[in-house]
């Protein structure tokens, strides 16, 4: 069946779905449709036109020469591979698909990369290898299964990665040559459900570092032995549950670093002996009070770099990697980090990094000579802001605000990023709830919201609810089970805070987010209809139990280990009691649901089926589905229609004051 007509076919039972008597349109060429939805106004399209064309800019690898780095950016309608050669130089495109470039690896020794790109946001995406030199690429992955988590052998011969090829469920781990494809090799099949990645070759590419995936709560490090295919556990531990992330091996000192919170409230980088697996490791990073993010070994093995996430910023450190020591690189600027790697001569250091007022862009920094130091800072790209002021745009203030329970007898704190516009209030108020459950906002620069502070003269008001990662393991794990609805309650004690401060309209708020973000945002609609005026709730969950039951198979058993497990008839009571599906009678506000058709995660289903209960009781409802897009809108022109519908929205339903 070609796409087109596969396109046709899906919107022919899109159409059906919808009813006869439904109000809808259809964009894009066919794939974005919209239900009961009026016509955006041209002049919001046009007040819109300058944030929706802000780029950014995000190091991905150095290229062959050593001098040049590659970035991902978008010029068209979806992000691609570019190559800059200078700072500030230009940025020449190197791939020109219609789907956005996934992740990208150098292979050692060569100017080929390979890349990953799936197709209509379906995440199953395919392995390929490009030819920068005549810009050549060709698949070398089976063009079916779900691929990803790439690592190149040091010689350049092979790569690992995981697949589903073998049963379209289990995340196996395999080898192939990319000049012959067809040696692909599995080395580590996986049980059904289980996760598992690759993190290293050694020097010499008979061992790989593993790691195995259960929850944000657990994992384990594992060596496997490439020529007996023998996995010996390094790093688990059989009666609590920890993190252990391998990061990369330590030929100088014969050992592996990893990430683990065994040890601590907080994930601390640490070193082991690979000769005495048995002892305790060296905990690296122990006098700093705050969660290690992520780390990487220069060529030679005699430098490393790491970067800690504090509150939510980023700090950037340097490491001695024969003795062990690390200092703090100075100059950084105040935001969040993304990328970062070592050129071959290990005398520069590429970065992204991402202010309040700055998109990602890439700076380049100046190694010298002692391990420790570092020179200047250079910017390499300066991506464009649709011609704004940055200087205009809000930076946010980071606050924590009291809960329903207590921690030593004092109120738990919530900790939350509020950003508020420049005039006078009160203003209206946006609550922007991430995802995960298990991610975290950071005071990175958000378009949207800077966008809506401007144009609608909101405040934006971004928890970090309990199960948060960032603050602690026991932070993390507080909403697991039968405790997810605390971290709903951590949205009432918001709206209490929010009526408490002059400057904040507690009659005019809203609750925005995506994902498990949209789960949280149909919740607050159940239990908070009267403290709110509308609702925008993206590729959310409207029913625990329809949602693991229809997920994607290689995902299904990670999701149980955080929401619980449907098929045991306590907890499929408690999901089923919960889900906001179940008490759509209680939500009396206007819904915004936007939905991707090929989403792996949160399926379609879990969209339509809210909608319908809304229209049901003729509650005011708005829905747009991409028939092209995921888990997530990546193709600009979706983005742009969202976008606008989300402002008509509120200008609608959130910043009209009562007569």
Excluded: C
């Excluded at 919001?44 to 290229?63: C, H």
């Excluded at 790691?211 to 996995?231: G, P």
């Excluded at 071959?344 to 202010?355: E, F, R, W």
């Excluded at 205009?392 to 924590?400: A, K, L, N």
Aim: hydrophobic letters at 35%; charged letters at 20%; a negative charge.
């Amino acid at each position: 069946m070609s796409s087109s007509t596969a396109k046709i076919l899906s919107l022919l039972l899109l159409i059906f779905a919808f009813g006869a008597d439904s109000k809808q349109v259809v964009l894009n060429n066919g794939n974005l449709v919209m239900k009961n939805m009026p016509e955006i106004p041209a002049q919001i399209k046009a007040e819109l036109n300058r944030y929706q064309n802000i780029r950014s800019a995000s190091f991905v690898e150095w290229a062959e020469d050593d001098e040049s780095i590659y970035i991902r950016t978008r010029f068209g309608d979806v992000s691609q591979l570019h190559r800059v050669s200078q700072a500030g130089g230009t940025r020449y495109q190197m791939t020109f698909f219609k789907e956005p470039i996934g992740s990208v690896n150098k292979k050692p020794g060569s100017a080929a990369l390979s890349f990953t790109m799936d197709a209509g946001g379906s995440e199953f995406s395919q392995i390929f290898v490009l030819d920068p030199m005549t810009g050549e690429s060709r698949m070398i992955s089976d063009g079916e299964s779900r691929n990803g988590q790439i690592v190149w052998n040091n010689s350049g011969s092979a790569l690992a990665f995981q697949s589903t090829r073998r049963n379209g469920a289990s995340n196996d781990l395999w080898i192939i040559q990319p000049d012959n494809p067809e040696t692909a090799d599995m080395i580590l099949p996986s049980p059904d459900g289980s996760w598992w990645g690759v993190a290293d070759f050694n020097a010499d590419d008979s061992q790989v570092l593993v790691m195995n995936y259960v929850s944000a709560n657990q994992s384990s490090t594992y060596l496997l032995n490439l020529a007996d295919k023998k996995l010996t556990p390094l790093v688990h531990t059989k009666d609590s549950k920890s993190t252990n992330l391998p990061i990369a091996f330590d030929d100088i000192n014969h050992g592996f670093f990893y990430i683990t919170d065994q040890y601590s409230e907080f994930s601390q980088l640490a070193w082991q002996s690979l000769d005495q697996t048995a002892q305790k490791p060296t905990i690296v990073t122990a006098d700093i009070p705050w969660d290690i993010n992520d780390m990487v070994i220069s060529k030679d093995g005699l430098r490393g770099a790491f970067s800690s996430n504090e509150n939510g910023r980023s700090e950037l450190y340097l490491m001695d990697i024969k003795q062990l020591k690390y200092q703090k690189v100075a100059g950084i600027p105040l935001g969040v980090l993304g990328g970062f790697d070592f050129n071959q001569k290990v005398d520069k250091l590429a970065i992204t990094i991402n202010t309040a007022q700055t998109p990602s862009d890439v700076y380049v920094l100046d190694l010298k000579k002692n391990l420790l130091k570092s020179g200047d800072l250079t910017r390499w790209t300066f991506s464009e802001v649709g011609g704004l002021n940055t200087n205009e745009f809000v930076v946010p203030e980071m606050i924590s605000y009291p809960t329903f329970d207590q921690v030593n007898d004092q109120a738990r704190q919530i900790p939350a990023i509020v950003y508020k516009p420049k005039s006078p209030g009160p203003h209206p108020v946006v609550i922007a709830i991430h995802g995960g459950p298990e991610g975290q906002s950071k005071p990175w620069f958000s378009s949207t919201y800077q966008m809506w502070i401007k144009e609608l003269g909101v405040a934006v008001v971004i928890p970090n609810v309990r199960g948060s990662d960032g603050y602690g393991k026991s932070y993390l794990q507080m909403d697991n089970g039968f405790n997810r609805e605390d971290s709903v309650k951590d949205i009432g004690a918001l709206l209490e805070w929010i009526e408490k401060q002059n400057d904040l309209d507690q009659s005019r708020v809203a609750v925005y987010g995506g994902s498990y973000g949209g789960y949280m945002v149909l919740a607050s609609a159940v239990y908070y209809s009267d403290q709110l005026k509308a609702a925008v709730d993206i590729v959310g969950i409207s029913n625990f139990v329809t949602f693991l039951e229809n997920t994607q198979d290689y995902r299904r058993d990670l999701r149980r280990a955080e929401y619980g497990d449907e098929r045991i008839p306590a907890m499929r009571e408690h999901l089923n009691k919960i889900s906001p599906l179940n008490n759509v009678d209680k939500i009396n506000i206007p819904m915004f649901v936007v939905q991707g058709q090929n989403d792996p995660r949160v399926p379609v289903t879990e969209a339509d089926q809210i909608v319908a209960a809304l229209e049901a009781k003729q509650q005011t409802v708005w829905y747009m589905n991409a028939l092209n897009e995921g888990h997530g809108y990546r193709k600009k022109e979706n983005q742009d229609v969202y976008q606008q519908a989300v402002i008509l929205f509120f200008q609608q339903y959130l910043i009209p004051t009562a007569e």
